[in-house]
């Protein structure tokens, strides 16, 4: 079995982060970002920005890749069934009010270091952690580049 390349993107809208809770498996029922799969011919980007729309209702600018994360499933024996190769990306909110879809039964903007003890896919906090200072680092420098052509 070959790994599967996915990704997913942490959207951020005045200081809050998009989250999305899976609808299917794997993960179904836990908070987690907007994502999927790559397809054949699509850049990170491209495929960061459909599966966001498709999932979640909404457009994002990506700034910048924020983490790789692995997941590696297995059944009772311990065989692997599914294994997931996710670049997550950072983004700034471009448009679209986010809505739920077959992937996402429930979707909420939240401050990326508060979950508000929602269930989440392993590693959720540290990928958003992340995502928020490339965010953040983005914004400071728009802040100051604006501030020298002032």
């Excluded at 491209?46 to 966001?52: D, G, K, V």
């Excluded at 990326?112 to 958003?128: F, M, Q």
Aim: net charge negative.
């Amino acid at each position: 079995m070959q790994p599967s390349l996915a990704v997913s993107t942490a959207v951020f809208r005045n200081g809050k982060v998009l989250i999305a809770r899976r609808a299917a498996e794997p993960g179904r029922g836990l908070w987690s970002l907007p994502g999927g799969r790559v397809e054949a011919g699509e850049t990170l980007v491209a495929a960061a920005q459909r599966e966001l729309l498709e999932e979640a209702g909404v457009e994002a600018a990506i700034i910048g890749l924020s983490a790789i994360r692995e997941i590696i499933l297995r059944d009772e024996t311990g065989a692997v069934t599914e294994h997931f190769v996710v670049l997550a990306h950072a983004g700034l909110w471009v448009a679209g009010e986010p809505g739920t879809s077959a992937e996402a039964d429930e979707i909420a903007w939240v401050d990326p270091h508060d979950l508000g003890g929602r269930p989440t896919t392993e590693g959720l906090a540290v990928v958003l952690a992340e995502a928020a200072a490339i965010v953040a680092a983005a914004l400071n420098h728009r802040a100051g580049r604006s501030k020298v052509g002032a």
